[in-house]
């Protein structure tokens, strides 16, 4: 509240109050200091505030003013202040009479926050903490941001409340943060759950130790807690530096999983984590579930011998499915692979549908762009590619595909966006989003080229579609704005706006849909129940694909959610098609 408007509220109190102090002084000789005194103490002070008023009168003589007998037969309306010259700005009331009355004198109110001096130049510590606060978005997580502690979780002895030492995260004190998270999520992922409720008697997968290197998220969390159930033993770490939320990172180790992960990590950090997965004594996994094939070739590259003891690999990315099926055709895949990324499932949900919900998510928390009338060229017109299309063009935006594949090429025609190659409309568009799951698709010419202002941005899997490397140099000026936000300026004052540092935008900058993940974690669990549980020589040293009938099991689950309702075959209709009553459906060459 500020000064002005105190001194006004204070003065009409006394105002409406006038009759009351001359019926009050009729009635007892009391003193205009007292009744003065009386008038403050009741004066409802704002809280924060430290606001006196000094009596406008000496001890022994009468108030001229407001006390006058002829105050109080005057209306409020006709008192009218003026500035007293001789009290550095103070106020006096003049009644009609000519007589002036001095309003009480008012202390300089200073409020808490008005204590700092901000004319100092802030120190190191005060500087880093007024640019967190500056650069904080919605795009953090409670555990970005909740703590001040600067110093490497590498570096702090941590125990959870059972005295279990064997995790590195950022801060266990959040775990109970992180458990509602992880209920919140359960709530929207029904498979998973039935699968517990179903498989928990029979443990499937007692016995197997399950290293896994995927995104540590509350969807994460539910498909761990999901394997735990099953009998499964989990050591885990992350896909990407950027995508771990810190508070779920710290619920699954107060649950006693050993978990080596935190928001922010650097690279250095990142192979040590999946190093300390993976390098324990008295402690050899023997199935790895992968998103990216990091871990995996960690352990071809440091620990070779493991594989004799490993009985498969199930991988759910682009990237880390290419690099099974070139291990594969060299002959170095000494273990079964599941591909999950290429299961139905995995294709037609999480990276269609998914996609299409959390890209804008993503665009909108890191940069608050309108994507109406944005001019858009997405690299890439996969099942990424199509969600992320369809869900500009619904709002508003002028979408361009670049694509090599001319099957996709022509799909992308069909729905009505123009085909063109990237440097055609890279001078002219807003945004550049790569889904590719190759390298160097936005290298530096395209860079350079590019207008004031475009976003660049990414949602494949690895930081390698775009050349972020080719922009650390000497001629360009990095400046960090948010949370994953950076401009990146050319000499002439040009900037680009670069997201997670090129990195997967979606669980980078924002959130995914959790039903969709239900899916596809509901998919990775089977794959492991499967390879786990298989006899030998069902699977030989090579990558397959989920088989038909567990797809459609998984879709299944999910159909209550919608309450919704299966047709069911004839057995005359079932014989017409060739088909068993209960599935599957459709040959394994079926594109749906």
Not at 27 to 37: E, K, M, R, V, Y
Not at 302 to 317: D, H, L, Q, T
Not at 349 to 376: A, H, P, W
Not at 414 to 439: A, H, P, S, W, Y
């Amino acid at each position: 509240m500020s000064v002005q408007l105190v001194a006004a509220k204070m003065a009409e109190v006394e105002l409406k109050d006038v009759a009351a102090a001359k019926q009050l002084a009729a009635d007892s000789p009391t003193s205009p200091i007292s009744a003065g005194l009386s008038l403050a103490r009741n004066y409802p002070h704002e809280a924060g505030s430290s606001v006196t008023a000094e009596p406008s009168v000496k001890a022994g003589e009468s108030s001229p003013g407001l006390l006058a007998p002829n105050a109080a037969k005057m209306p409020q309306a006709s008192a009218m202040k003026r500035p007293d010259p001789q009290q550095n700005g103070g106020e006096a009331f003049v009644n009609r009479d000519g007589t002036v009355a001095e309003a009480p004198r008012l202390k300089k109110i200073q409020f808490a926050d008005q204590k700092q001096e901000f004319n100092k130049r802030p120190s190191k510590i005060g500087r880093r903490s007024l640019s967190r606060s500056i650069s904080q978005s919605s795009t953090d997580s409670y555990s970005s941001d909740s703590s001040d502690d600067e110093t490497s979780p590498r570096d702090k002895q941590q125990k959870n409340s059972k005295g279990n030492s064997d995790f590195c995260i950022k801060n266990i004190k959040q775990a109970d943060f992180g458990r509602r998270e992880i209920e919140i999520a359960e709530q929207e992922m029904p498979s998973l759950m039935a699968l517990r409720k179903r498989a928990q008697g029979e443990k499937p997968l007692a016995g197997a130790k399950v290293v896994g290197c995927t995104h540590i998220t509350a969807q994460t969390a539910v498909l761990m807690e999901t394997l735990s159930a099953l009998g499964a033993q989990c050591r885990w770490a992350a896909c990407n530096i950027y995508s771990t939320q810190n508070e779920v990172a710290a619920a699954l180790a107060e649950g006693g999983f050993s978990v080596f992960a935190w928001k922010g990590e650097s690279e250095d950090d990142f192979w040590w984590c999946i190093d300390r997965c993976v390098n324990v004594e008295g402690w050899q996994p023997n199935m790895i579930l992968d998103d990216g094939g990091d871990l995996t070739h960690w352990i071809y590259k440091k620990y070779p011998n493991m594989f004799k003891k490993i009985k498969g690999i199930v991988e759910e990315s682009v990237t880390g499915v290419h690099r099974l099926y070139q291990l594969s055709k060299a002959g170095k895949l000494c273990v079964p692979a599941m591909n999950v990324n290429d299961s139905v499932t995995k294709q037609k949900f999480d990276n269609l549908y998914c996609c299409r919900e959390s890209i804008l998510d993503g665009l909108k928390r890191t940069t608050d762009v309108m994507f109406g009338g944005k001019q858009v060229v997405v690299c890439g017109y996969g099942e990424v590619g199509k969600g992320c299309c369809a869900a500009l063009k619904a709002m508003g935006s002028i979408v361009y595909v670049t694509e090599i594949d001319p099957i996709c090429a022509l799909q992308a025609c069909m729905d009505g966006f123009r085909l063109v190659k990237l440097n055609e409309v890279i001078r002219q568009v807003d945004i550049v989003i790569t889904c590719t799951g190759n390298k160097n698709v936005v290298v530096r010419e395209n860079l350079d080229r590019m207008k004031n202002g475009c976003i660049v941005c990414n949602m494949g899997h690895s930081n390698t579609e775009i050349d972020v490397a080719s922009l650390r140099t000497p001629e360009l000026t990095w400046e960090r704005v948010r949370s994953q936000v950076d401009h990146v300026i050319w000499p002439d004052g040009k900037r680009i706006v670069l997201l997670a540092e090129g990195r997967l935008l979606n669980l980078s900058c924002s959130t995914v849909p959790t039903f969709v993940l239900s899916i596809t974690a509901t998919t990775q669990a089977l794959a492991l129940i499967e390879l786990y549980n298989a006899p030998d020589g069902r699977y030989k040293q090579d990558v397959y694909l989920l088989p038909k009938k567990m797809d459609e099991y998984v879709a299944s689950l999910h159909l209550p959610t919608f309450d919704a309702h299966l047709t069911e075959l004839s057995d005359e209709q079932a014989k017409y098609l060739g088909l068993n009553k209960n599935g599957p459906f459709k040959p394994n060459y079926y594109r749906y």
